[in-house]
């Protein structure tokens, strides 16, 4: 049983060295007794940001600090091997929290079964699964858009803000992206629709950027990366704007975070600034699935992957998202159905 094991906690930003590919072995048969487990083959596993912040010893990450010497955890889309749970059976196709191995035994708490497989099935660690909601929830619940509202996405590119984008589109918004290289920034104008999309690394003066994409100011920021873009953007928020906060991936692999000097623009501006966690609103996941899924089947939204095949090349995926090296959702294949 191929797996990835963390060393060791990790402090600055995550090496692949920080991981080991081991094989052991491991028994496909269920534990006498076991009837709230089943034993998993992994399909495809997520790469996400949070996941770095598992690997600080210390971590105040919703779902504690990831072991050393054992596998890392994540969202994944596998099929059961053998069940001891009554609503699951073998070959049954599911999507949760499983292991960075080839073969798991899990809970079966927080495990979601494949309804609807028309769709490809690594969707549901992506568009399907709690990303698509994180886009769903910030942007609809949290940002209350208005059609003809102006909206600023941060790593607009990537698993969530492709998303963001979309629906803010979809909902009759003015849409900005940034993103970090010029592929992506013609992916953002050419593929989701964002009516103008800037590459950051190359704006020297971010709140002249947004002072020139946005004269009249921003109403929704959602906001994916923190630090000096958030700085910039509370410049430039409208009376009463909405920033629905999602994460902030600049500040991850920092241990100094960085100072952000303007938040008394909150106040000035009457501004809506609130933090979320997508565990908190899976009670909307069957109204979202509603939502999206005829907008795929329909083709008015896409969906783009990074694929990389292999749980030996995870942990090189997995530290590629804090250097901007996916282009899209980072999807690692274990093992195709
Ligand atoms: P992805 O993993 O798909 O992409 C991450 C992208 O972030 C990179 O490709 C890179 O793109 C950009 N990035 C990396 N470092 C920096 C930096 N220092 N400054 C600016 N941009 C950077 O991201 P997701 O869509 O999965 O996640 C987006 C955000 O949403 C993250 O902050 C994540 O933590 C958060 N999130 C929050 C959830 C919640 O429950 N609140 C749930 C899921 C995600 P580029 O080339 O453009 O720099």
Redesign the pocket.
């Known amino acids: 049983n191929k797996q990835v094991i963390l060393k060791d906690y990790v402090s600055g930003f995550p090496k692949e060295s920080d991981m080991n590919i081991v094989d052991s072995t491991i028994t496909l048969k269920l534990p006498q007794g076991s009837n709230d487990v089943v034993l998993l083959k992994n399909l495809y596993l997520s790469?996400?940001?949070?996941m770095r912040i598992r690997m600080t010893k210390d971590t105040t990450a919703e779902l504690g600090a990831l072991t050393p010497g054992f596998p890392l955890t994540g969202f994944g889309v596998s099929k059961v091997v053998e069940s001891g749970h009554p609503d699951y059976k073998k070959d049954d196709l599911v999507w949760g929290i499983t292991n960075w191995e080839e073969y798991s035994l899990v809970p079966t708490t927080g495990m979601y079964k494949i309804e609807h497989n028309d769709v490809p099935l690594s969707y549901y660690i992506g568009i399907l699964g709690?990303?698509g909601l994180?886009a769903y929830v910030?942007f609809f619940e949290l940002g209350s858009p208005k059609k003809g509202e102006n909206v600023y996405v941060?790593?607009?590119?990537?698993?969530?803000?492709?998303l963001v984008g979309q629906f803010a589109k979809l909902h009759g918004c003015y849409v900005v992206g940034?993103?970090?290289?010029k592929e992506?920034v013609d992916l953002l104008k050419n593929k989701f629709g964002y009516d103008e999309a800037f590459n950051?690394?190359e704006e020297p003066d971010l709140n002249a950027a947004l002072k020139r994409y946005f004269p009249e100011g921003i109403d929704i920021y959602f906001e994916?990366?923190?630090?000096k873009?958030l700085d910039a953007v509370l410049l430039n928020m409208k009376l009463h704007g909405r920033i629905p906060?999602?994460?902030?991936?600049?500040q991850?692999n920092l241990t100094q975070p960085e100072g952000v000097t303007n938040l008394a623009q909150i106040i000035y501006k009457r501004i809506r600034f609130e933090?979320?966690?997508?565990?908190d609103y899976f009670h909307l996941y069957t109204k979202f699935l509603e939502f999206v899924l005829p907008l795929i089947r329909e083709g008015k939204i896409v969906y783009v992957e990074d694929i990389a095949e292999g749980l030996e090349n995870g942990p090189a995926a997995l530290i590629?998202?804090?250097?901007?090296?996916?282009?899209?959702?980072?999807v690692v294949v274990v093992a195709h159905e």
């Open positions: 790469c996400d940001p949070y709690m990303l994180t910030g941060s790593a607009a590119s990537s698993a969530v803000g492709q940034s993103a970090g290289t992506k950051y690394k994916n990366v923190g630090g873009t906060v999602s994460g902030m991936i600049s991850y933090g979320f966690v997508i565990s590629g998202l804090y250097s901007g090296r996916n282009v899209g959702k980072q």
